[in-house]
């Protein structure tokens, strides 16, 4: 099965008009919804929160400078045609994320390193010990020449029913694990993964790596001028009629004729139906609810196997974006691992904020320090990239996705193993119960992943006559 092209034209055939209830109203469960209105289906949107977007969240502060910060989806690939077709139909201004000027930090092994946009660090900078092979790659050839093998038998990353036989066998092997089979020391691995290298980093799968590589990292990313939630807010505004918010999903089940959803509000339980449902919440979420175990044996193995990143992401206010005196940008990335950006580097203002990105260890290890102990751990590890950060300190808020009750994690990836077998089952319909979401995509942790499935969803339950 592949992923639904943006080129299909299903959407111009009208199926057979059917009552559907589409459980979340984040982008895969709005994208959804839109295509089925236009075609005339029934749609009601089940969302738990009092607003729209889920995952695609932006706090913005109440100041004179206009300030934002996106606490989910950030980076846009140019590449990632369903989400650029969106942000255009909604004429969303897109700036690049990354700064072209000033330079850029690596903090790796303690050392800091400067480098620019267009021209990266010499690898001989690195406190790492590499062979003379590795030397000669430098960063132009640090993917391309270890994943050589991987690269020319890809076959098409975008196919749901991906990896093609010739590399499914690698799926076994954790990123590392690969690199020290092809004979390249863990140096090499570390360059690569800096900003990213995690414990459960350290156990993706090698074929979720080059997937996620070669259908992101090579395209020039954006931002949403203004914040991504706009993208959300403006598809929440052509479906105000269709979305019920402040209702939590409780259960669902089936029979021949229809689909019972148990839903709480602010008042009692309720059970609605629907002729079909389209459940795009996250696994964590559907983990939880009864009717998993009368789904398919392969369904709830993927269900409960599917691996969820913990992300957690600190904004740092300053009353003066005092890197910029030292010719910096504000973007750094560092092997704790940790990724700092200037949300705002494009502003002339002097204050201003700071990002700090973390996943997985230091991500879950927030879970469980007070709002002080956050503070200090953050701004020690940012003061260590950008020094003198407690001169200008003024707030801080830190979000941790594995705490929203809502989301309960960060987003899907595949560990050693998952690749060649969760991801087909995720996708395939039960009954009248559809899978929608950027677990069930070939582009795990992406919006172009949840607004692909979104409209692979409402394709399948249009195509009945
Ligand atoms: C920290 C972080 C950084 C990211 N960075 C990027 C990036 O740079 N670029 C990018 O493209 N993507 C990024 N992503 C991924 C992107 O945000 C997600 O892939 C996408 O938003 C997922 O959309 P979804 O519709 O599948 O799920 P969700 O957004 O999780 O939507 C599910 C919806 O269901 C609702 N819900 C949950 N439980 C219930 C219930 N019981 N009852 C009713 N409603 C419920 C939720 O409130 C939510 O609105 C990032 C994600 C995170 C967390």
Redesign the pocket.
């Known amino acids: 099965m592949k992923s639904l092209s943006i080129n299909d034209k299903w959407y111009l055939k009208r199926g057979k008009p059917q009552k559907v209830l589409i459980?979340?109203?984040?982008?895969?469960?709005m994208a959804a919804g839109i295509e089925l209105i236009k075609l005339g289906h029934d749609v009601k949107i089940?969302?738990?929160?009092t607003r729209?977007?889920?995952?695609?969240e932006t706090i913005r502060i109440p100041s004179k400078e206009n300030l934002y910060a996106n606490l989910?989806?950030?980076?846009?690939p140019g590449n990632?045609e369903w989400?650029m077709k969106y942000i255009n139909q909604y004429n969303l201004q897109l700036h690049p994320f990354n700064p072209l000027e000033g330079e850029y930090i690596h903090m790796f092994n303690g050392k800091r390193i400067r480098y620019t946009y267009d021209q990266p660090a010499d690898f001989s900078n690195y406190p790492v010990e590499l062979t003379q092979k590795e030397l000669a790659m430098g960063w132009q050839r640090i993917f391309s020449t270890p994943l050589k093998n991987l690269i020319i038998n890809m076959g098409d990353p975008k196919s749901l029913a991906w990896p093609p036989e010739k590399i499914s066998k690698y799926d076994i092997y954790s990123f590392k694990e690969y690199l020290d089979l092809a004979g390249y020391s863990r140096s090499i691995s570390d360059l690569i993964n800096i900003g990213w290298e995690t414990e459960q980093g350290m156990d993706m799968s090698i074929l979720q790596f080059m997937r996620t590589s070669i259908l992101s990292y090579g395209a020039i990313k954006y931002k949403i001028v203004g914040g991504s939630d706009l993208l959300p807010m403006k598809m929440a505004e052509d479906l105000a009629k269709n979305i019920q918010y402040g209702?939590?999903?409780i259960d669902l089940y089936q029979d021949e004729k229809k689909v019972s959803v148990i839903v709480s509000g602010r008042t009692e339980r309720q059970t609605l139906t629907a002729d079909r449902v389209i459940c795009?919440?996250?696994l964590t979420?559907i983990r939880k609810m009864n009717f998993v175990k009368f789904l398919s044996k392969e369904k709830q193995k993927a269900i409960r196997e599917m691996t969820y990143w913990n992300?957690s992401?600190t904004i740092l206010q300053v009353s003066n974006r005092y890197w910029k005196k030292e010719g910096l940008n504000g973007f750094a990335a560092t092997n704790r691992p940790m990724e700092v950006w200037d949300p705002n580097y494009e502003s002339s203002e002097k204050r201003g904020l700071i990002v700090a990105y973390m996943k997985d260890d230091d991500s879950r290890l927030m879970t469980k320090l007070s709002d002080q102990e956050r503070l200090n751990f953050v701004s020690n590890q940012v003061n260590k990239v950008f020094p003198n950060l407690f001169d200008h300190l003024e707030h801080s808020y830190t979000k941790n996705?594995g705490e929203d009750p809502?989301?309960l994690g960060?987003?899907s990836i595949n560990t050693r193993g998952q690749m060649t077998t969760l991801l087909p089952h995720l996708i395939k319909p039960e009954g009248r119960i559809y899978f929608a979401?950027?677990h069930a995509s070939a582009y795990h942790?992406?919006?172009?992943?949840?607004i692909e499935s979104g409209n692979r969803a409402a394709k399948e339950i249009n195509s009945f006559e």
Do not use: C
């Open positions: 459980l979340g109203a984040g982008m895969a469960g089940i969302e738990g929160q729209a977007g889920g995952r695609v989910g989806a950030s980076r846009i990632h989400t209702t939590k999903v795009a919440l996250p979420v992300l992401k996705w809502w989301a960060g987003y979401g950027e942790g992406w919006i172009q992943g949840a």
